[in-house]
């Protein structure tokens, strides 16, 4: 479990934030990667709120979250945006999609096959 509260987190960032303004001199080359990731293993949330919280804090950021099929095969509630030197993703690892036998998402009940 994360030990750091949000509050934690968020003043983190302001110090970072704030070392950012005040630098001066010639570009330093910074790439900033945050990502905020509700997983499963690091709370007690199930998966309903953990997609409900990824949702709150992109829509906050302007951006979209949505079910991904990862390349490692597991599905993600995620939303990312890259800038030129930043990368901010929020996402929380979810069940994928049932799919029926027919091809489609499953809504009827009936007999299901692997989701592809």
């Given at each position: ?9 968020a003043a983190r960032l302001r110090i ?31 998966q309903d709120s953990r997609v409900a ?64």
């Amino acid at each position: 479990m994360n030990t750091m509260t949000p509050a934690q987190v968020a003043a983190r960032l302001r110090i970072l934030a704030d070392l950012l303004d005040v630098t001066t001199g010639p570009p330093v080359p910074l790439r900033l990667y945050v990502s905020l990731d509700v997983s499963k293993h690091s709370t007690t949330l199930d998966q309903d709120s953990r997609v409900a919280a990824v949702t709150a804090v992109a829509d906050a950021l302007g951006m979209t979250a949505e079910p991904v099929k990862a390349n490692g095969g597991w599905w993600e509630h995620i939303a990312t945006e890259h800038g030129d030197s930043y990368t901010v993703r929020v996402h929380t690892d979810i069940t994928g999609p049932q799919v029926c036998a027919c091809g489609v998402a499953c809504t009827h009940g009936g007999a299901l096959a692997a989701a592809a």
